[in-house]
């Protein structure tokens, strides 16, 4: 692993760190905030996946959070969103291939060499990062943005006793439903829907194989966001966690968007939901 | 006047606009966060002039300053750092031409026509945004980073009737004594040193023609930045303040470098300074 560049930040450390992804097989970066407590004793950590189009710089950048963290003790890992590079099977489009990972594992031509997000995300990084940082790996929590909500709904749900903490910013809440979502899925798994439905938050909150062994999930979705009504509809979200029993708190907030303006505004309230479960 | 796009945040709006400037005679950007409060009431009104190579993007996009400012109930604006467009001279270094205004207004080819920053700031754009904004024309700040921390402390310093209050994050303090200044001011205002002296916080300082009407100015300064003793030199405004008795309250941070991981670890005291001399 390799320390590209370090910011000082709040009293703790902004690290960006590059490493040569084995589940990938590529080069990946990603950013990790270390509060000045964690040069004391294991800090917690929260991951945060991105949208489409971002990379580990975004949320760094953007979201105004690490005040917050550093106050509350909290560790943040912000990975890319996709695997990259010349020799990755990559798209046109904004929302498939390269920077739109979806985080699943592809099983299908062109993707399937690379696209793993998945894997990286549970397993590959989680050992990295748990090896090289001050963190306590008993006490992870997951959130993200839109596609990024998507994944950390999906991988929250389906990784209990990985991420004690779930929350999203407009998440993505049923992949399967929905033009962004219907168009990776047939590239990345496939045109057979049932192997769609693991990846699918309302999908596995119906299947009851799974619940958050932690308290309620916090959703915050902008009531003016663009993309509300045609690929977000956190309604069903809503339903879906209502058939399954699973604590939900969704607000709507009026006149927010999609942006990054959007998250800074209430990413103080997520880092408090996390911080409280991760105690 | 043209809104671009506005985006709501921390309960307040922050809006992206575009006007026709007569004084630079080209299309300018400019990014203003109102309050929710000025929904109600004006609001007082902090200047941010931003660095070299930055636009009217950077500081709404990283500071992470909204958050404080909406508690505040302060509105920040945030211009552009030059006049802009094909029709404009420019240089291929980052710190010279477009994106290097560097608060002045030129009196040489080819600068002349379009580098007219000091007046803009300081008349065109503050008469068109008192007009079209709620805000207290009365009660204005100033702050910047970098070349638009030199920019804070020349508007400030000479025009105290315009700004209330002052303070900086790594001010360039004393252009004429450093690389970027002596290259900037000798193209845009010819090799006569005479001429740059009332664009030298240090020298208007030493001049004893300008006095802040309020108390101290705040400045903090990283002291990992790698360009504190070539360029900044902060411990000459210090001795300058001394002798001119102006107040001034220059804070070294440890470990802090020059990007806006530094900023936004501190803008919120920044923001209280400020909210506190405009009350």
Not at 39 to 46: D, H, S
Not at 110 to 133: C, D, K, N
Not at 244 to 269: C, K, N, T, V, W
Request: overall charge negative; glycine content about 10%.
């Amino acid at each position: 692993m390799e320390l590209v560049n370090a910011h000082k930040c709040f009293g703790g450390t902004l690290q960006f760190c590059q490493h040569q992804s084995d589940a990938l097989g590529c080069r990946m970066g990603f950013s990790i905030f270390l509060p000045e407590q964690a040069t004391q004793t294991r800090a917690p950590l929260l991951w945060w996946l991105s949208g489409l189009t971002c990379t580990e710089e975004n949320f760094a950048v953007k979201s105004g959070a690490y005040g917050e963290a550093a106050r509350l003790g909290l560790a943040i890992i912000a990975p890319d969103t996709s695997p990259r590079g010349t020799h990755v099977a990559d798209d046109a489009a904004y929302d498939l291939g390269q920077g739109a990972g979806f985080y699943v594992d592809a099983t299908e031509p062109p993707w399937a060499p690379h696209f793993s997000m998945y894997s990286y995300i549970t397993q590959e990084l989680r050992a990295l990062v748990a090896g090289s940082f001050p963190i306590d790996a008993a006490r992870q929590a997951i959130s993200g943005h839109s596609m990024g909500g998507h994944g950390a709904l999906v991988l929250g749900l389906r990784n209990p006793s990985l991420y004690k903490s779930i929350s999203a910013f407009a998440p993505i809440v049923t992949p399967s439903e929905c033009p962004w979502g219907k168009k990776a899925f047939t590239a990345y798994l496939g045109e057979e829907r049932s192997a769609w439905s693991s990846y699918d938050a309302c999908k596995i909150l119906r299947s009851g194989t799974s619940r958050t062994k932690c308290g309620k999930i916090l959703v915050d979705q902008g009531a003016s966001d663009q993309f509300l009504d045609d690929q977000l509809m956190p309604q069903r979200l809503e339903a879906a966690a209502r058939e399954a029993g699973q604590a939900l708190e969704l607000r709507m907030q009026p006149g927010y968007d999609h942006s990054y303006f959007f998250i800074s505004s209430f990413i103080g309230d997520h880092l408090e939901h996390h911080a409280a479960c991760l105690r």
